[in-house]
């Protein structure tokens, strides 16, 4: 069984940071797209970040230059460093990957995805 399980989430201050992980098993990661995406209440799940095979990695406009999305060593462990946060970026943070796509870009291109971190910023 194919799962990702994230962790690192929680309560945290506006200008404050957080690491959030995400641990995948039942198969082999390091050779496939894996992103962040994060949903807000009442809004539709939007992109966060993406790390692409061969080292590239894609972020929102709104963080960049705040977040950073890498992997592990194995990597079949995805990270993303949230600093400067501010209470707009309060919502659950999701992981997915993508055996579909080669270069996934909406929420559609992704086929395993996690049950999500709450990330909760106070003002």
């Known amino acids: 069984q194919v799962r990702l399980v994230e962790s690192g989430g929680g309560l945290v201050q506006a200008g404050g940071s957080l690491r959030l992980s995400c641990v995948g098993s039942g198969r082999t990661f390091s050779r496939i797209a894996m992103a962040w995406f994060r949903q807000a209440p009442g809004k539709e799940r939007e992109f966060v970040a993406r790390s692409q095979i061969g080292g590239s990695t894609y972020y929102q406009d709104s963080v960049k230059g705040r977040f950073i999305i890498s992997r592990g060593n194995v990597g079949d462990t995805l990270y993303l460093q949230m600093n400067s946060l501010e209470p707009e970026d309060t919502a659950v943070y999701y992981c997915?990957?993508?055996?579909?796509?080669?270069?996934?870009?909406?929420?559609?291109?992704?086929?395993?995805w996690g049950q999500g971190t709450q990330v909760t910023v106070s003002s």
């Open positions: 997915a990957a993508s055996s579909i796509s080669y270069s996934p870009v909406r929420a559609t291109d992704y086929n395993y």
